[in-house]
């Protein structure tokens, strides 16, 4: 599991010969003949050959079936030397450069002051040390005769190519599908009601209530379902939140009472009965606190509970209105279904000839095994399909090794034996998700940047290490570990999560082996021994008493934690005791933060608004310290101005992803000086004036996410120099400009065949006119977005012509008012394009010619009074939903017309407001 760590560490150390020291340290030649600095060497190289055999015994390890306590214990304590090792190199080297090149008079240095430098004993002391533990270990695994088992069979192969990931169409929830829709459809019921659906971890509750809630006639009598996810720990005032959240009443600040009273009125005043759905739910007083909230409108509204515990719907509704949906285990033939739906895709070739004769009874024994539980299945097909060679003999012997005799139950054992499959690089990216909380929708961008960070990816020449960890991640949901919440346009996933199972298999084994610990409270890691700690709803502690600083395990020094993500509201952080820290990820809010300390941060994230007080000068000089920083993530937070140390911090080598603050200031593109290798995302930088200068563009050949705002005022050098700069950005994917409408219609991006994602936006309240010509837009966009554009003409005629669009968005946008206010659709236009947003659009009339928009899926418009809904939207055969807010009253009478005409259309109804600006919103900041 060790191996990409030790990699990294042997490279380190296969730098410190006496020479590269001396290079590093920049010392007088006649040092060499310091008997010390040769006693390093020697120890460097003895230390060097000792990781060689520690991987080597690693990697064996992994490749065995390890089952004896003493084996993990042994294995663990091999890969806390790795650490222990990686560490120690890693802080010398810094030491090295930064310490001794200040030394003025280096001979006089050398001759009265070597023995004041404490760093260079410091590590031998910690070589000596080091060395004393491996020893020990070694000594333990003789004594107590520790030997490896069998090898695992089959062995899965992490470089076969993947199939495409298959969604099949869930398997034996057909009766049950019914049932619960006839629940919450029931009009003889006019009261509030309890719809339940009760079953066992795995068994695809939460699919169950997403297929009802999705269905056509749901909507259409509820709108959207307001969906709250409640999980094991929560809080009464997170929950309420969330539901405040999705009715668009703002929660900050309002406690519990008065929170329930807007919820309340909010629901009250809702012309159609509502859907609440509560997901995982495993108090039985829940539905107590929330029934408060929750007025009885005698429209026929409904909640609809998901849980594992009977006894939660009894307290929640005693006379059973609904008798509650036990999920029951799948039979054998729904069983071999849904495992065969997974394992074999319909369009992978089998090269065994006999293959195709023999599995569907093998398939039987298989699904034997798994008890009728759904997620055993689909976890054990994803393991099959992936097994290498794909043959009837590999899947003979998978089988033969799944003879359990633990007492665990068979969906675990099932998801244990995936586990131990996955290939050797991949287990510990999987472990990760152990920090996120339960039920968490987790982001993609930023886990991939932490994977990287962390160094738990190989390099690979032809691939960027973020792309490498897409393909690790993607391997995870072919073996379905990992579920693909939300995909990008170009089919690249945007959300993620793990089911709940999944998540505590990955927090058993990652606290075992020391790899990571969760806690929900600070007494759970004062003793902490793991290499990273996850910090969950962690209680706020008042800031106005500094005794009790010293008692926050915030303020604990710890020497080993290497990483330490925070999910959830703190009073104090103090960084400084962190000295070997690698990621810091701070999501919720952290009021008082002692910046400083370690310099080995490879990834910082800070989605809060810390109160830093005079402390932003703090903050600055400890980033520009940073001499690895890989990922600098401030898009939703706050941290003073950047303008002092922005040349310093452009100076780090090691930059990939820069993403600055929205509501700070906007930061200076880098200057010409640097060469940036590795950066590969720009995000809230500002035009720099210094480009116009001769050859004064920045070196960054890998960047491929810039977002940049372009100072206002008409310059012709201004539209060369952004031209120029543009042209050797050859990676670039994603662009997103704000600036003067005449330099942003001047900017030619045609020849950007790489650009998929293209974001303009005019300064607000401008009078320019733009003229929007075929030379501005790239030919292969897949989603653009327009803001604030005055456009001299219809821009249709245009954009109709992007052959491979799929969204588009247009926003507080209008055409000259001497001209036709109107837009145009032509036969053949829009061919690829899915969803078409439009919001504060001033628009006269619509025209769709047939023909036009024929994929079109999802049509919102917002606030585009006095704009009528055009009747032509009946005639596109693949549009789906449909959402339309407008004010007038006439505007409402087009709708219920169209809604009559096409019954099969959809609307999120209500809500479908706040689903638009959220949505529009996400789409301009994440990609």
Known sequence: MAEVLLKAVLSKLAQLSV?????????????KKFKSLGEIENDVKSLSRELEYIQACIEDADKKRIVDKTQKIWVRDLMDIAYQIDNAVETFLLECSEKL????????????EIKKIPFLWDFQEEIKRIRERIKEITEFKDKYIITLGEDKIPESNSDVKLDPVDNPDVVGFDKGRVQIANHLLDKNVPELAIVSIVGIGGLGKTTLALKVCNSEDVIKRFGNPIWITISQKYELLHVLGKLANELEIDSTGKNE???GKLIHMSLTEREKPYLIVLDDVWTETLWKEIAKVLPDTKKGSRALITTRIENVVHMADAAYTYIPYNIPLLNEEESVKLLLKKAVPRHRQCPDPTFNFKYEDLAKQFAKKCGGLPLALVVLGGLLRTTQPFDFHTWNELLGTMSWQSDENECTKIISTSYEHLPFAIKLCFLYFAAFPEDKIIEVEPLLRIWAAEGLIPADKNKTLEQTAACFLKDLVQRSMVQVVQ??????????????????????EAEENNFLKVCSKPDDWKYCKAHRVAIHCVDPIPT?????????????????????????????????????????????????VNFGGSRHLRYLQVNTNIRVNNNSDQFWKWVKSMNYLETLDLQKSVIGDL?????????????RHVLMGYTAKYTQGPPASVDLMNLQTLKNVTYNKLWEEQSGLPNIPQLCKLDIKISSGESQKKVETLTRLLEILNHLIYLKMMGDAHVLEKVVLQSHKNLKFLALSCYYGSDDTIVLDDGLLPPYLLELHLQYFKFESDPMPVLEKLGSLKILCISWSTIRKDKDVGIRCSNGGFKQLEELNLERAKLEKWEIQAGAMPMLKCLRAYGCDPLLPPAELIQLPSLRYLDWISHVMENNSSISEIFMKRPDLKSHGPTSSKLFRDQFQHHLNCY
């Open 257 to 259: 009472q008065y929170l």
């Open 487 to 508: 995909s990008n346009c170009d089919g690249s996933m945007k959300y993620c999560r793990v089911h709940d199972i999944l998540r505590d298999l990955a927090v058993r």
């Open 19 to 31: 020479g590269t020291i001396l290079s590093l340290c920049k010392i007088d030649e006649k040092v």
């Open 101 to 112: 090149p200040g030394i003025v008079n280096r001979l006089k240095w050398w001759q009265k």
């Open 544 to 592: 106005e008493l500094p005794a009790r600083l010293a008692a926050n395990p915030y303020y604990n020094t710890s020497s080993t934690i290497r990483s330490l993500l925070l999910f959830g509201q703190s009073s104090v952080f103090d960084c400084s005791k962190y000295s070997v820290l690698r990621v810091l990820g701070m999501e919720d809010r952290v009021f008082h």
């Open 643 to 655: 303008s002092k140390y922005i040349c310093s911090i452009w100076g780090i080598k090691t930059l």
